[in-house]
């Protein structure tokens, strides 16, 4: 069974940055990819970005590319979301999620596990 758990989240202005981090408890982390997703009020869950076992690769949506950054350390357990250059479209609860395989998708069904969610407000 993994854990994890988001913080980091908050209300922001445009512009403004915020670093999201996730938490995992178990001893799979460090040989799956992990991605963040995020589900504003009314719409559905939606790719942000993920990145593989070793964190040599990243995928970024279109949305946040340029401005999201992805890393991870496994000797922490610790996944991490740098988000730049906010904008209040980014608003939205942000959820972590281990994937089923070493190497990411953008599709939520190779995710299993999945933590609570982190508010992300971005006012203009």
């Known amino acids: 069974q993994v854990q994890l758990v988001e913080s980091g989240g908050g209300l922001v202005q445009a512009g403004d940055s915020l670093r999201l981090s996730c938490a995992a408890s178990?001893?799979?982390?460090?040989?799956?990819?992990m991605g963040w997703f995020r589900q504003a009020p009314g719409k559905e869950r939606e790719f942000v970005g993920g990145i593989n076992w070793s964190g040599t690769r990243t995928q970024y949506a279109d949305s946040v590319k340029g401005r999201f950054t992805i890393s991870r350390d496994n000797a922490k357990n610790t996944v991490y979301l740098q988000m730049n250059s906010l904008k209040p479209e980014d608003t939205a609860v942000y959820f972590c999620?281990?994937?089923?395989?070493?190497?990411?998708?953008?599709?939520?069904?190779?995710?299993?596990?999945w933590g609570q969610g982190t508010q992300v407000t971005v006012s203009s």
């Open positions: 178990g001893r799979i982390f460090s040989s799956v990819a």
């Open positions: 999620a281990t994937a089923k395989y070493r190497y990411g998708t953008m599709e939520s069904d190779d995710y299993n596990y």
